[in-house]
């Protein structure tokens, strides 16, 4: 991805935020990412449950929707090389700074969305974290995945139940409201997946209105057959 283009068909300068898209909400939301508690706990989590389903020790992975790279370097440790990846600028120019001030050598940063391009799989392992429902073509996203992992490989998705649009209110309209977990599963055996398992990994907690509402978050494991 180059520079974006902004909707006045002018060329944004990637420190410009747009505040009608996606790339444009989090580049502003980059810096404070990771002193929210809330994405820190549901990183926990996730890496904690992908920790006990999968074989990690040494795979090479690709985060996709990466942002600030919360998972990515939660599971550094476990993994062998793996490629953070997001459209944001502000998101990859602060995992980018988090990788050179870390010294951590096996993360690397690249600002591409879920076209993937740019990117040079295969890889063992392909991931996200609420990042899912900002795909406007999960269904294109899941067989481009699939292309990208080795055979026996694994994909894990962490990502919203299915709520009634509340998470996100009423100004973010460009999004999926988390997803059912037997419609995704139909849509990851078409894509070719199998052995598809779901797991509540996390509850957050967010105001809406005057309540704390619950939003279940599932950790959902695929795999790529060993032969296609
Ligand atoms: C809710 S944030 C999650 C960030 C990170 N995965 C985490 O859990 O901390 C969603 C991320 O998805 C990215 N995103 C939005 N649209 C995307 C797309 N079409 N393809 C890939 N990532 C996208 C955003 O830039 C943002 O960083």
Do not use: Y
């Amino acid at each position: 991805m180059g520079k974006l283009l902004a909707e006045n068909g002018g060329v944004m300068e990637s420190t410009q935020t747009d505040e009608s898209t996606d790339a444009g909400r989090f580049d502003r939301l980059a810096k404070e990412w990771d002193v929210a508690p809330m994405h820190l706990d549901r990183t926990r989590d996730v890496a904690n449950l992908m920790r006990h389903k999968l074989a990690l020790s040494g795979r090479e992975a690709l985060e996709v929707g990466a942002g600030t790279g919360l998972l990515s370097f939660a599971l550094a440790a476990n993994l062998g090389r793996i490629l953070a990846t997001d459209p944001s600028a502000g998101m990859v120019d602060v995992l980018k700074g988090k990788i050179e001030r870390s010294g951590i050598g096996n993360i690397k940063a690249l600002r591409t969305d879920d076209s993937l391009e740019g990117v040079a799989g295969p890889f063992d392992l392909v991931m996200s974290q609420m990042a899912l429902h900002h795909i406007k073509d999960v269904d294109m996203f899941l067989r481009r995945a699939l292309t990208m992992i080795r055979q026996g490989g694994d994909i894990a998705i962490a990502d919203l139940d299915t709520e009634d649009g509340s998470f996100h209110g009423g100004e973010v309209t460009d999004v999926h409201h988390g997803f059912d977990r037997e419609d995704l599963g139909r849509r990851l055996a078409s894509a070719g997946f199998e052995d598809i398992a779901f797991e509540t990994v996390h509850v957050m907690k967010r105001p809406v209105g005057e309540a704390m509402v619950d939003f279940p978050i599932f950790l959902c494991v695929a795999k790529v057959p060993q032969s296609l």
